[in-house]
């Protein structure tokens, strides 16, 4: 167990890339290196990927977005958003969002390196993952206009083939889209920009 932080770091040198994000990306969808090509303007923003130990195994945690007007309503993510104008950079944004969404302190956990990023073509987000190390994971809370719950969940899971599934979705506007990936994690449909990042970390996962 010792060894598997020194191995994470060691994979994130050299990334899987957006090769990796296709068994997750709905139909159609395009790589976000050619859809930032025609994009007019986009916004930076960044999450954090927090990976700790708890009894034996390695854990990390998503969030369930509450249920609100907008874009990623009721979804589930890893802790993160914009960049704010004060931030001195990308990795800051990831921190400071993991304090003000689950009260994990900004200068706890070790940062090992980042994936690869996501364009969100519905929002105009890029999104920078940010993967931290937190030897002794503190109670962490929710905030509440924010997170309507933590999910810890076990990282060995990635490794199953079977946790990756596919499924119809019907959206606010009534449109459903067919056959659209997703890893099926506590109970709950993760899809989207975040399973992209989970199918880059289950990729490098598979490696170590």
């Not at 770091?9 to 990796?20: F, H, V």
């Not at 009721?74 to 969002?97: C, H, M, V, W, Y």
Request: some cysteine; hydrophobic content about 40%; overall charge negative.
């Amino acid at each position: 167990m010792n060894s598997f932080i020194p191995a994470l770091r060691a994979q994130l040198q050299t990334l899987p890339g957006e090769e990796s994000h296709v068994e997750a990306m709905p139909l159609n969808r395009p790589f976000s290196s050619l859809a930032l090509q025609t994009a007019e303007h986009f916004r930076q923003s960044a999450v954090g990927i927090v990976v700790y130990p708890l009894q034996g195994a390695w854990k990390s945690v998503l969030i369930q977005r509450p249920n609100y007007e907008g874009t990623h309503s009721n979804q589930i993510a890893f802790p993160g958003g914009k960049k704010d104008s004060d931030d001195p950079d990308l990795e800051f944004t990831a921190r400071r969002e993991c304090h003000e969404e689950i009260g994990l302190p900004v200068d706890l956990g070790i940062c090992l390196g980042r994936l690869t990023s996501v364009y969100i073509p519905v929002s105009q987000f890029i999104v920078e993952p940010y993967i931290f190390f937190v030897e002794e994971l503190p109670e962490l809370r929710a905030e509440p206009r924010e997170v309507a719950s933590i999910i810890p969940f076990d990282l060995s899971i990635l490794r199953d083939d079977q946790i990756l599934q596919r499924t119809d979705m019907r959206f606010k506007d009534g449109i459903v889209r067919k056959d659209i990936p997703y890893f099926s994690i506590e109970g709950k449909i993760v899809w989207g920009a975040t399973a992209m990042m989970l199918a880059e970390l289950r990729a490098i996962l598979k490696r170590i």
